[in-house]
């Protein structure tokens, strides 16, 4: 069955430090991946999507992410946080020989603290 | 990216009533879906729905409980039927990018409040 994990219901981080939410996921055939952000009482914010290429992709708000083939991962990084950044973020991947139906994790509670 | 707007955003129902949550798109898309979001949980995809063809349903849900119409392009309804206090929940719908850009975009939610 496809699967996408998030490990840690939450991180806590300080602002102006790094940060890594992490994600696992486990699909047959090529994984289209995605990171979602939900602030309170708003809908999901796409951030950024690996489809193919390069494995660093760059997305929103300066988030980055990280596809690792070997280790089906596909982790979600900020080189500095910011407060801001404190939200709700979801993981997911997209099966093609499923009708391009997105599976979620079950989401990371980012706390960023001043 | 496409513009999404949801009705209602925010309802609070009584038990055995039924709610019509609208999905209006600023643009023509072939694919919507509907996904629920329970309390403190990820989202679940409930059905897909292409205009012209009947909805394709979750494994947990089905069409009695969940009607969903695509009468055009642009619009879709889901309807929450017979409603209990378990169908408390944020209902979001999406639709996929232009061309090749597989990602979803996703409207602000409806916030569904069962009593």
């Known amino acids: 069955a496809q699967s996408v994990a998030q490990p840690e219901d939450q991180v806590n981080v300080a602002e102006g430090n790094p940060l890594t939410v992490k994600c696992t996921y486990s699909v047959s055939g090529n994984p289209y991946l995605f990171w979602y952000v939900q602030y309170p009482n708003r809908g999901l914010q796409f951030l950024l999507k690996y489809i193919t290429g390069d494995n660093l992709v760059k997305g929103s708000y300066g988030f980055e992410a990280e596809f690792n083939k070997s280790q089906t991962s596909f982790h979600l990084k900020k080189p500095s946080a910011l407060v801001s950044d404190s939200a709700l973020y979801f993981c997911a991947v997209i099966t093609y020989n499923q009708g391009g139906k997105l599976i979620f994790g079950q989401g990371t509670e980012l706390s960023v603290k001043p | ?115």
């Open chain 2, 1 to 115: 990216s496409a513009v999404i707007s949801q009705k209602p955003s925010r309802d609070i129902c009584q038990r055995g009533t039924s709610l019509t949550i609208q999905c209006q798109v600023d643009s023509q898309v072939t694919m919507m879906f509907w996904y629920r979001q329970q309390p403190g949980q990820s989202l679940t995809l409930i059905a897909t729905a292409n205009q012209g063809s009947e909805a394709t349903y979750e494994s947990g849900f089905v069409i009695d409980k969940f009607p969903i119409s695509r009468p055009n392009l642009t619009f879709s309804t889901l309807t929450v039927s017979n409603m209990s206090p378990e169908d408390s929940s944020i209902y979001l719908c999406s639709v996929t990018g232009t061309g090749t850009s597989y990602e979803q975009y996703f409207g602000p939610g409806t916030r569904l409040t069962v009593t």
